[in-house]
């Protein structure tokens, strides 16, 4: 394919008007006669409702509608979905979640009430005033003690509070293994709840015409989340909801969804007839939108007398939350066993998962979603096993690297590329661990403790399979690149101009991204997953591939030559060996004409196509931290970086570093400092806002080092692979493994996220003789 703009860091176009408050967000689109909604949420963890008295709320002014449950099973509408697809070894219990509570509340923060009014002020007001009767009931609020004999029971139809029972691999193969090991390292590991804490809240603006609903709102993906409001909520046709999205604040996977407020907005427009908006401040989201992670359990890894490793076995309890939300039983098992055993050789391995309903927000997917729990389970494993052997664990690791493609994992992943031994020996050069001992050194002379961590990470990368595009030529001169993934941050008006440019030969500036909108774009399956590049940037070739299939007889007829004496390159066709040529443009306006078209030719030159593929991408990396940790507070500062990844072919390096630095900021956020955070007992949410849950601000975060080892990929015609969850992947392990560096000489080998000051010094106390 040619080359033109492929490979250059181009600064993205969007950040100009994003950098000077020209974005247009949900809450930037005026909307005269806009009433606004407020949900009233639980305040318990668990209770039965006895009764709600809305009568004072109705009779404030500004009130134009108050609903409750009842509403829902007037206006039959249905409870929200959970689609995902996961082969378990019973059917997953999915008990209903009605967009507001039936007769009992089953988490903080979930919604019982939502309140219409002329202002949102007002709206809260009223919310304030209606009565809920509650009986409180025991509330359990971590995976392991809902699944414990006596827990309170959260679903009848689910005894012991088990959602599910997922197992894959070899279990005979997988013991055998262990019963000849001359090591066994066994953890017990905890990845810590998150939240994905977009700087944009989830907002949305719901209208009904009287034929049709529109949904704008913040969000990932429009096509999934039409098909369930239409199939499975509203028992409605699908062509009866448009949904579109404007300018996206990030989303990090939590937009994916369908939330039970943009039900109720939709059910409030019906009614009123009447354009209803509704934003979620920060605590709401906290407390009521999804959280992530939260997978615990045994980890144990056999391996021979030198060193070699022979079977991994986990045995997990995933947190659910009170409700399986989308995709949340697909995270910790179908994606956890893609990714289980990273980049290296191990021939046998076992994956048992147990999903648990607890008095928490439903769990969903979030930045790699199952793979960075997979890979973060698999480098402490490595890491506690070079420990126990007394072996160096980069050379451990080296030694058990998959080195010849293509490998087919244990639980079935084949691999087509790797440049895993490659990534390793270039980061530890660029790392400068042969001068680490003076570093450390010199720590120890000003009173501090230093470590230095390694580890690897490998994506399997896809997210949904199949996606659309489309290439139309606009009245206006501009070419459209129509598209069925989406953009919410990761640059896209940049990215996919840039290779159209590269392909089609015209400039970057002449195409327009068209996106988010049901109504222009007739498939998709948005973002997620790392998948918009790789799946939607093989649509678009596909797609440009027809245009130029479709210009070529037109070409040929413009300049009367024969279509098989074209050739096409810098955006003309030009007749082989001659200077007769035309430009793609005056192709594309001759095309509009019939009278310039040969005969049985259709007008126009716009064409769409759709990827059917389902192949995964392999993007793999190996990182290094280096920390610093005062003894006397705990206090872990983080003091360098470097990674040495590899996402096949760079379309702009530039943006690629921005979503790798992105996803490693928030990687380190798990490792060092965030935290969802539930009281036992009462279920009380104690990490409701900003002021309690800490994600890492620009201080917290050391210059990110990235370098690039470029392997292309076969399994799309770009040759890429997704970078946009690599950073959050590889990051956790990293530090984490750099902190317990620090701390080994203390004797302290294990510590689970987030590595807090206090969790540190206590560790550190502990350890030391008072």
Same mark, same amino acid.
């Given at each position: 394919m040619p080359?033109?703009?492929?490979g ?5 176009r969007?950040?100009?008007?994003f ?6 967000y ?5 909307m005269?006669?806009?009433?606004h ?11 039965r ?5 809305t009568?004072?709320?109705?009779a ?5 509608l108050v609903l409750?449950?009842a ?5 039959g509408i ?5 689609? %995902?697809v996961?082969?378990? &070894? @019973? ?5 209903p $979640? *009605? #967009?507001?509570?039936a007769?009992? +509340?089953? /988490?903080?923060g979930? %919604?019982?009430?939502?309140? &219409? @009014?002329?202002?949102?002020?007002q709206a $809260? *007001? #009223?919310a304030e005033a209606?009565l +809920?009767e /509650?009986e ?11 699944l ?6 959260l679903?009848?139809q689910?005894p012991?509070?088990a959602a ?5 691999g ?5 013991e055998?293994?262990?019963?000849v ?8 590991l905890?990845?810590n709840?998150v ?8 907002a ?9 609903f ?6 990932q ?5 039409r ?14 909801f ?6 996206v604040?990030?989303g990090?996977g939590?937009?994916n969804?369908?939330?039970?407020e943009?039900?109720?907005?939709l059910?409030?427009a ?5 354009a209803?908006?509704w ?7 906290f407390?009521?939108a ?5 997978l615990r359990g045994?980890?144990r ?8 490793f022979l079977?991994?076995?986990?045995d997990?309890a ?12 697909a ?20 994956l ?6 607890t ?11 199952g793979?960075p729990e ?13 420990r ?11 030694r ?6 293509p490998?087919?994992s244990?639980?079935?992943?084949l ?15 660029l790392?400068?661990?042969s001068?680490?001992a ?8 000003r ?10 990470f ?5 997210g ?16 459209e690149?129509?598209?069925?993934t ?5 640059g ?7 290779f159209a440019?590269?392909?089609l030969g015209?400039?970057a ?9 049901t109504?222009?774009i007739?498939?998709g399956n ?20 027809a245009?130029l299939?479709?210009a070529?007889?037109?070409a ?9 004496a ?9 007749v082989?060996?001659?200077e007769?040529?035309?430009a793609?443009e005056a192709?594309a ?15 126009g030159?716009d064409?769409e ?7 995964v991408?392999?993007?793999s990396?190996?990182?290094c ?7 006397e507070?705990?206090?872990v ?22 979503q790798v ?46 370098a690039?080892?470029e392997?292309?990929?076969?399994s799309?015609p770009?040759?890429v692979k ?5 950073g959050a ?8 493994a ?13 510590l ?11 560790a550190i ?6």
């Amino acid at each position: 394919m040619p080359e033109g703009e492929i490979g250059r860091s181009v600064r993205r176009r969007e950040d100009l008007r994003f950098l000077t408050g020209a974005g247009r967000y949900v809450m930037d689109v005026a909307m005269p006669g806009a009433l606004h909604g407020v949900a009233l949420r639980s305040p318990h963890a668990h209770a039965r409702i006895l009764g709600i008295d809305t009568a004072a709320a109705l009779a404030m002014p500004g009130i134009h509608l108050v609903l409750t449950h009842a509403d829902l099973l007037t206006e039959g509408i249905g409870p929200l979905p959970c689609p %995902a697809v996961v082969a378990t &070894v @019973a059917p997953i219990i999915v008990p209903p $979640r *009605d #967009a507001l509570a039936a007769d009992r +509340v089953r /988490y903080v923060g979930e %919604a019982v009430a939502f309140v &219409v @009014a002329e202002t949102a002020a007002q709206a $809260r *007001d #009223a919310a304030e005033a209606i009565l +809920v009767e /509650y009986e409180t009931l025991p509330a359990v609020v971590e995976s392991r003690a809902a699944l414990a004999p006596g827990a309170p029971q959260l679903w009848p139809q689910a005894p012991g509070n088990a959602a599910f029972r997922f197992e894959r691999g070899d279990k005979a193969a997988v013991e055998a293994a262990f019963a000849v090991a001359a090591h066994v390292v066994e953890l017990e590991l905890i990845n810590n709840r998150v939240h994905a804490a977009p700087i944009e809240p989830r907002a949305a603006v719901a209208r009904w015409d009287g034929a049709r609903f529109d949904l704008m709102f913040s969000g990932q993906g429009v096509h999934g989340i039409r098909r369930q409001l239409a199939q499975d909520v509203f028992q409605l046709p699908e062509e009866t909801f448009r949904l579109h999205c404007p300018d996206v604040g990030g989303g990090f996977g939590l937009k994916n969804f369908l939330f039970p407020e943009y039900v109720a907005l939709l059910l409030a427009a019906r009614r009123l007839g009447r354009a209803v908006v509704w934003t979620a401040d920060y605590t709401e989201d906290f407390q009521a939108a999804v959280h992530a992670r939260d997978l615990r359990g045994r980890a144990r890894l056999a391996l021979d007398a030198e060193g070699r490793f022979l079977a991994l076995h986990a045995d997990l309890a995933a947190d659910m939350g009170a409700y399986c939300s989308s995709h949340g039983p697909a995270c910790p098992t179908n994606s956890v066993s893609t990714a289980i055993g990273g980049v290296y050789a191990i021939p046998s391995i076992r994956l048992e998962v147990t999903g648990a309903f607890t008095n928490t927000a439903p769990v969903d997917a979030y930045r790699g979603a199952g793979k960075p729990e997979a890979n973060y389970l698999t480098e402490r494993l490595v890491e506690a096993a070079a420990r126990q052997l007394a072996l160096d664990p980069v050379e451990l690791r080296r030694r058990n690297l998959i080195t010849a493609f293509p490998y087919r994992s244990a639980l079935g992943m084949l691999m087509d590329t790797g440049r895993f031994a490659a990534n390793l020996s270039e980061l530890e050069a660029l790392a400068d661990r042969s001068g680490f001992a003076a570093r450390r050194a010199e720590g120890e002379a000003r009173g501090l403790l230093r470590g230095l961590g390694i580890a690897c990470f490998l994506e399997t990368s896809r997210g949904a399979p199949h996606e659309w595009a489309a290439v139309r030529f606009a009245d206006d001169g501009m070419v459209e690149l129509c598209l069925g993934t989406q953009s919410n941050g990761q640059g896209h008006e940049t990215s996919f101009p840039q290779f159209a440019a590269a392909h089609l030969g015209l400039p970057a500036e002449r195409f327009r991204l068209v996106q988010a909108d049901t109504d222009t774009i007739p498939f998709g399956n948005g973002h997620g997953g790392a998948r918009s590049l790789h799946v939607g940037g093989t649509a678009l070739v596909m797609a440009m591939e027809a245009v130029l299939e479709k210009a070529r007889p037109i070409a040929a007829h413009l300049l009367q030559a024969a279509p098989e004496a074209l050739d096409y390159a810098g955006g003309r066709f030009r007749v082989h060996g001659t200077e007769r040529s035309v430009a793609l443009e005056a192709v594309a306006e001759a095309a509009r004409d019939p009278a310039n078209l040969p005969e049985g030719t259709a007008p126009g030159l716009d064409a769409e196509a759709k990827n059917l593929s389902e192949l995964v991408t392999f993007p793999s990396g190996a990182h290094c931290a280096e920390v610093e940790i005062d003894p006397e507070t705990g206090q872990v500062t983080l003091l360098r970086y470097q990674a040495v990844d590899d996402y096949g072919r760079l379309i702009n390096p530039l943006l690629t570093a921005g979503q790798v630095q992105g996803g490693l900021a928030q990687g380190i956020g798990q490792a060092l400092l965030e935290e969802v955070a539930y009281e036992p007992g009462s279920g009380q949410l104690l990490s409701a806002s900003f002021m309690d849950y800490c994600v890492p601000r620009a201080a917290d975060l050391p210059p990110l080092e990235i370098a690039f080892g470029e392997l292309p990929t076969a399994s799309n015609p770009l040759g890429v692979k997704g970078s946009g969850q690599a950073g959050a992947i590889g990051a956790p392990q990293t530090v984490v493994a750099a902190v317990l560096d620090a701390l080994a000489p203390l004797g302290i080998g294990h510590l689970d996220m987030p590595l807090t000051a206090e969790r540190v010094w206590r560790a550190i106390q502990a350890a030391t003789p008072q």
